[in-house]
């Protein structure tokens, strides 16, 4: 039940969001990847999220406000079990570094944040660890500001694929 509900809303987020030729193959192939490695509707939910904001993003470096709310607040909801001490500590951690570096946005540490509330600690490292170096890579083949959301996307698919 839980893989139609997940095919119907990737399949209506990629036309609405009509991702140019060259994106197109991959956030198809991440999407039938999160087909088979999601079980449970939290991971379903802030992968979808993921997707559509890590495309805003990619293209605009910027995300629709409201949605963006209503979509972290979504996901903590869902949450189960949620680990408010970690999601705390990446909150201020994170928002500290936000501030004195003045390279990321506040997007990208609420959605760290958010995700974290669900996920053990170790995955959330490993998670936030493959988006920086997947965004270094970026960084070294197209100079200038990183999409980080974007890449917390392909992180999560690995470290689902990985708890998998």
Do not use: N
């Not at 009509?18 to 079980?39: A, E, H, V």
């Not at 936030?128 to 698919?157: D, K, N, Q, T």
């Amino acid at each position: 039940m839980l893989q139609l509900y997940y095919l119907a809303a990737a399949t209506g987020l990629l036309v609405r969001l009509q991702p140019p030729r060259r994106q197109l193959f991959l956030q198809i192939s991440l999407l039938l990847i999160g087909l088979f490695s999601f079980t449970q509707w939290l991971q379903a939910a802030a992968f979808l999220g993921l997707v559509y904001f890590g495309q805003w993003d990619l293209r605009l470096r910027a995300v629709p406000a409201r949605r963006f709310d209503v979509w972290c607040v979504g996901v903590a909801l869902l949450t189960p079990h949620p680990a408010w001490l970690i999601g705390a500590a990446w909150l201020l951690g994170l928002g500290v570094l936000a501030k004195l570096s003045e390279g990321m946005g506040s997007a990208d540490v609420f959605a760290i944040s958010v995700v974290t509330l669900g996920l053990p600690m170790q995955a959330g490292l490993i998670w936030v660890l493959l988006a920086c170096l997947s965004g270094l890579v970026h960084y070294r083949l197209h100079a200038g500001p990183i999409p980080l959301l974007f890449h917390l996307e392909l992180a999560y698919v690995v470290v689902q694929i990985m708890r998998w």
